[in-house]
């Protein structure tokens, strides 16, 4: 059975709120997402920055600042993502969303992002996940010819497949991390 995706939005925005211990799980998450050598090697990591529901990636960029690591995260314009350079979490205000983002904008070049943290309301086996419904991440990462792009969920938003039409400019992302396991997408 498919759903069209503005009903598949709030039918897993309700099942969100029901998950259960999100901090632990979020922190299980970045463990599991540390231990890749993508993790140890990345110099410039994009990441989005969490709304209270999702999975936390304030760990990421506290450990990615600690590491020495630059992290970017997006800000949102009318139409399309830019971004900018996180140097502390006092850098940030909430943006036209009410989602933190950093103060500045920069012009940057996609490919210098080595990981690209990618959000979603759910994702699948194959890689495809469900957004906000703005299109800002399929826009930004169908210009993207570099970098992994990883996607965070807990376990109970990851599905074997979506029960949506997969659009063509719908992005994938090469790789799942949950509480409790990687899925690399072929």
């Known amino acids: ?3 069209s995706k ?5 039918i897993l925005k309700e099942k969100r709120k029901r998950v ?3 901090e632990v799980k979020s922190h ?18 994009n990441t989005y920055i969490s709304l209270e529901e999702e999975v936390d990636t304030k760990f990421i960029i506290y450990h990615g600042l600690i590491e020495g690591k630059r992290i970017f995260s997006p800000i949102i314009t009318k139409d399309e993502l830019k971004f900018g350079e996180v140097l502390s979490f006092n850098d940030l205000e909430p943006g036209p969303l009410g989602i933190l983002q950093p103060i ?3 012009d940057v070049d996609y490919d210098i992002f ?3 943290i990618v959000p979603g309301l759910a994702f699948d086996y194959r890689g495809y996940r469900i957004g906000y419904g703005k299109g800002y991440y399929d826009k930004f990462l169908s210009k993207v010819k570099r970098g992994l792009k990883v996607g965070l969920i807990f376990e109970d938003l990851l599905f074997k497949v ?3 039409e997969i659009e063509t400019h719908d992005q994938k992302v090469d790789l799942i991390i949950t509480e409790k396991r990687i899925i690399q997408i072929r």
């Open 114 to 116: 080595d990981l690209i």
């Open 28 to 45: 299980q998450i970045f463990h599991n997402l540390e231990k890749l050598s993508i993790w140890k090697d990345s110099k410039v990591i």
């Open 162 to 164: 979506l029960p949506i």
């Open 1 to 3: 059975m498919q759903f």
């Open 20 to 22: 259960k211990d999100k």
């Open 6 to 10: 503005k009903n598949l939005r709030e």
């Open 104 to 106: 500045k904008t920069l």
